[in-house]
């Protein structure tokens, strides 16, 4: 048995050898794998079953060629089995002698393959048998494809069959250029190159074929263009010569597409740098070639007129039935879809029509429609005697105007030229809308590209415009018919509204009626003006429409208005036409909006006039028939509906007066209440000590001023009744003192407090608050703790004490109030403005006058006094009987020490009052008890019975140092601390026991070093 030898594998040299065969046009080549299954053919190869190459491709030799695989397969497997090549074969084919030799080989994956090698021994090039055979069956084959193939896929299909015909010719590049007969251009529509090379630049855009005259007259002829190196080109063919030489130097045969007498344009072969030898049997194949693909493209042009024509034709069907179908309501929307349904099925960006006035050579746009990202024509009214003259005249003719190009219209359409130009338009189509003999406007597209108008639209396009004339004319007698109702029915319903509208309406409602006017009858503009006889000027106060000249809100004189409104001021409604207006701001305004005119009547209160109805308009017609009668009617509902407006707001806004000036007595009545029942009694100020003395003439002094005072003192002193003293001496005496308590507000709160704030100002700000300076604006207010105010805040409250000025919180509006402000506090200010506690600049504003309140230590004359007043106060307040201080009494309170809180005197007193159960005051039971610092046990003492009837008599008081008071005060507050728990303020804490605020008590707690938290409880 021979021994099997391993196939070679593949080389880079392979590589390229095996690339120059498959490429070449004499030698037939294939590569199959082990399965006997084509893995590369070229056209050689498949020539012998006439299959195109990529039918071979992945399928076996008995599925591509029956016919020869008996003798194939064989041959291939044993070469595959032994490893050994054949050589010389001969196939046996019917019209070709082939010999075939097969060599082993490994594929690229490493898998055994066979290689077979091909030679055509019946003849030599083109002219071998061979080659006519793989021609003819090109040729079948592609007549049955370009016949079969459906318009849509024909362009795919002409490119894959001009590179099976460049293939089979071995030429480098073929393409197709078909004829634009319109606009006399040619332009490249199919190329095949091969794949080392780039597209021909610029033939992909149309070029006049007047510029080519020798090749057009030769092809129009139905004769190629056939060139080697440029040869048999004539001298003066010099355009050609340029268009060749795109390529290169070589080869180029040119073959007109043509059917009949018509040419349809192209097909261009070339071989660069290549002569050619131009045979009559490849010029043949070359015009068979042509043919094949000028029956194609005739064939699709055919069946797209076809169907172009029965889509055209019911198109226009579809639209003529739903404008006759269409009712009286419905026409404009019916005519609208129309125009859109036209527009998309001619493919065009615009759709339009235009009503034409005869008469003054006009058009006017009633209906439009713009593809989405296209802009509706801005000009909504065409003057014909002045920019289409042209147009005109071929329309009045019953021509449709079919312009591919807008470019090369002629020159006397030199004005319609440059206006479609600059609006982008670049063709154009118009069809003359005609009812009789009478030209009624136009129906037209335009695109913002070129397009070559089809015979099937143009040879419609006067059945268009008699489709729209017919839908036009219909709407225009119609409309004439329900004009008058709608005016009347309109006028009806806003004389309605504006009679029955409250007051608080009127200006909405007047508004709403002017832009309905303005709406249902194309109004520009209306307005509504208020004149001023004195001042002798008009004011816009209610307008609707765009924007139109006259200022609105704005006083304008008379004299700017004198030839638009000076005849309004007589009876009767005016026309004022803008061409008979005076020169000035308002005419040119008139005439660079388009304004024709306008129509304006007298508003009248009795005999008065007191303003002016205006209409605007675009069209001088809009004035005549109905509306023009009916607009006195509309100025007399709209004057009495503005009396009444005015007359129930000038009621509304004196009653808002009186109202606010209520609720502003109603707030001082409540806050004077509250002082009263606070009992707060400046008459009643004892001051028969030296101390007390001074201080009341200071009161006197500073009263009648409104200087800034503020009040120093310990707790309790009467710094509050100082200040109120104060302002029950001073001018303001009649408006209220107002308090506020700077040590109970929250921080977060004091410039609501002090400024006020609006409703919504503030999360649960549900309605306006007025603030403390608000309250108290021409009168006093009193800051009871001043040195308790935030550093924050100090600086807002300098402002209002230097400008008199503040801002509500919520509200821009800067609020002015006149102020005298009383400050009171038992701090030492002096030391917290060093320690940066206190802005300096505020402490000297608001201690211009300062007053310092002394304490009942120092006023021991003032004890009985007061001590009388609080006994006569507390009697009436308890409903008690008569009660009187004894001489007893008189040097308890004279003994006592009192440390200068004029409230403890007052509490001793109410709680005498309150122990004494008959005519006898018992001040013995209410005197304080001074504790020790040491408890002294004492056996009780054995009380006869006669002495539990008489009154205890008092011990004299013990007498004590300053330092034994500060130990005492020292340690009360250690066990109000402890009873509390550590807790200083609220209900139960050590400021509530001792009955003090609890400012003051952590005042005492610094000054003694104390600290709240070594006492609360875990």
């Not at 040729?139 to 370009?146: F, G, I, K, Q, T």
């Not at 107002?738 to 609006?758: W, Y």
């Not at 300062?850 to 230590?857: M, T």
Request: net charge neutral; hydrophobic share 45%; with cysteine.
């Amino acid at each position: 048995m021979p021994t099997r030898r391993e196939p070679r594998s593949l080389s880079s040299e392979s590589d390229a050898m095996l690339e120059a065969l498959f490429t070449s046009p004499s030698v037939g080549l294939a590569l199959l794998d082990a399965d006997l299954r084509f893995v590369r053919v070229n056209a050689l190869v498949a020539a012998l079953d006439g299959a195109p190459i990529e039918a071979h491709v992945g399928r076996t030799v008995e599925d591509v060629m029956p016919s020869l695989a008996p003798v194939l397969v064989p041959l291939l497997k044993g070469v595959l089995e032994r490893g050994e090549p054949r050589l010389d074969v001969a196939l046996p084919t019917e019209r070709a002698q082939v010999l075939a030799s097969f060599f082993p080989m490994r594929l690229r994956d490493g898998s055994r393959g066979v290689t077979v090698v091909c030679v055509d021994r019946s003849g030599s090039g083109d002219a071998s048998l061979l080659g006519r055979l793989r021609f003819d069956d090109l040729v079948a084959r592609l007549s049955a494809e370009l016949a079969e193939v459906s318009p849509e896929r024909l362009d795919r299909t002409l490119e894959q069959s001009l590179e099976a015909v460049a293939t089979t010719f071995d030429a480098d590049r073929a393409l197709v250029m078909l004829l634009d007969a319109q606009s006399a251009t040619i332009r490249r529509t199919h190329e095949w190159h091969r794949a080392d090379l780039e597209a021909l630049p610029g033939l992909e855009v149309p070029m006049p074929v007047a510029a080519f005259p020798w090749a057009s007259e030769k092809l129009f002829a139905g004769q190629p263009v056939l060139s080697s190196n440029f040869e048999g080109l004539p001298e003066h063919a010099e355009a050609e010569r340029l268009l060749l030489h795109l390529d290169g130097p070589g080869s180029t045969a040119i073959e007109p597409l043509r059917v009949g007498p018509r040419t349809l344009g192209i097909v261009v072969f070339s071989w660069r740098e290549r002569a050619r030898d131009w045979t009559p049997l490849l010029r043949a194949r070359l015009r068979t070639v042509a043919e094949l693909i000028a029956t194609a493209l005739d064939r699709r042009e055919l069946e797209r007129t076809a169907h172009d024509r029965l889509r055209f034709e019911q198109l226009l069907s579809r639209i003529s039935t739903s404008l006759i179908e269409a009712s009286a309501a419905r026409l404009d929307d019916a005519i609208g879809s129309a125009l859109r349904m036209l527009a998309q099925a001619m493919e065009v960006d615009r759709a339009y029509v235009y009503e034409i006035d005869e008469e003054t050579a006009t058009a006017r746009s009633v209906y439009q429609h713009a593809e989405p990202g296209v802009p509706e024509i801005k000009t909504r009214v065409w003057s014909f005697a002045k920019d289409a003259a042209w147009g005109l005249a071929e329309l009045r003719a019953g021509r449709a105007l079919v312009v591919p190009r807008v470019e090369e219209l002629p020159e006397r359409a030199a004005a319609e030229r440059d206006v479609l130009l600059a609006g982008g338009v670049r063709s154009l189509l118009i069809a003359p809308m005609r009812v009789g003999d009478r030209l009624i406007g136009i129906v037209g597209t335009d695109t913002r590209r070129e397009i070559a108008w089809s015979d099937v639209v143009v040879s419609r396009a006067q059945l268009v415009g008699e489709i729209f004339a017919s839908a036009v004319d219909r709407r225009r007698l119609e409309r004439l018919a329900a004009e008058r109702q709608r005016i009347d029915a309109l006028l009806a319903t806003i004389s309605t509204a504006l009679i029955d509208a409250p007051a608080e309406r009127i200006d909405e409602e007047l508004g709403g009626a002017l832009a309905r006017i303005c709406v249902e009858l194309g109004l520009v503009r209306a307005l509504v003006m208020r004149f001023d006889r004195a001042a002798s000027t008009f004011r816009v106060t209610h307008h609707a429409g765009a924007p139109a000249a006259f200022d609105v809100g704005v006083d304008q004189p008379r004299s700017e208005l004198e030839g638009a409104l000076a005849p309004t001021l007589s009876r009767g409604v005016h026309l004022v036409r803008t061409a008979a207006l005076p020169p000035g701001r308002l005419r040119e305004t008139w005439e660079r909006q388009g304004i024709v005119g306008a129509a304006a009547a007298a508003l009248r209160r009795h005999d008065d006039v007191v303003g002016a109805l205006v209409f605007l308009s675009r069209e001088e017609r809009a004035f005549e028939g109905t509306f023009r009668a009916r607009i006195l009617l509309m100025e007399d509902v709209v004057a009495h509906a503005l009396a009444r407006r005015d007359a129930e707001l000038a009621r509304r806004a004196a009653f808002d007066e009186l109202e606010r000036m209520k609720a502003q007595l109603e707030r001082e009545r409540d806050y004077l209440r509250e002082e009263i029942r606070g009992e707060h009694d400046v008459h009643a100020i004892v001051a028969q000590s030296a101390a007390q003395q001074r201080v009341m003439t200071s009161v006197e002094a500073v009263a009648s001023t409104s200087a800034s005072v503020l009040v120093r003192g310990e707790t309790g002193v009467g710094k509050e009744l100082i200040a109120r003293a104060i302002h029950a001496r001073s001018p303001r005496a009649e408006r209220p003192l107002v308090k506020v308590d700077c040590a109970s507000i929250p921080h977060e709160l004091f410039e609501r407090e002090f400024f006020g704030q609006v409703r919504g100002a503030i999360a649960g700000a549900l309605e306006d608050r007025v603030g403390r300076f608000e309250l108290a604006d021409r009168g006093t207010l009193f800051l009871d703790e001043v040195g308790e105010i935030p550093l924050e805040m100090q600086s807002k409250l300098l402002r209002v004490l230097q400008d008199g000025a503040l801002e509500r919180i919520g509200d821009p509006r800067t609020r002015r109030v006149d102020v005298r402000v009383i400050a009171a506090t038992n701090r030492d200010l002096e030391a917290d403005v060093a320690a940066g506690r206190f802005r300096r600049d505020l402490y000297y504003r608001l201690g211009v006058f300062p007053l310092e309140v002394p304490p009942l230590r120092e006023r021991a004359e003032d004890v009985l006094p007061l001590a009388r007043y609080y006994l006569r106060r507390s009697v009436k307040a308890l409903g008690r009987g008569p009660l009187e201080l004894t001489r007893v009494h008189e040097r308890l309170l004279i003994d006592h020490d009192w440390p200068g809180n004029v409230r403890e005197l007052a509490n001793v007193i109410e709680r005498a009052v309150i122990l004494s159960s008959g005519s006898e005051l018992r001040l013995d039971l209410a005197m304080p008890k001074r504790a020790r610092t040491t408890p002294v046990a004492t056996p009780p003492a054995v009380v006869p019975s006669a002495a539990r009837d008489e009154p205890e008599k008092p011990a004299p008081a013990p007498i004590r140092t300053e330092s034994e008071l500060r130990e005492l005060e020292r340690a009360n507050l250690l066990a109000a601390l402890e009873r509390a728990g550590g807790r200083i303020a609220g209900r139960g804490g050590a400021a509530e026991v001792l009955g003090v605020r609890p400012s003051t008590l952590r005042d005492r707690m610094r000054a003694f070093g104390i600290e709240a938290r070594h006492y609360r409880r875990s």
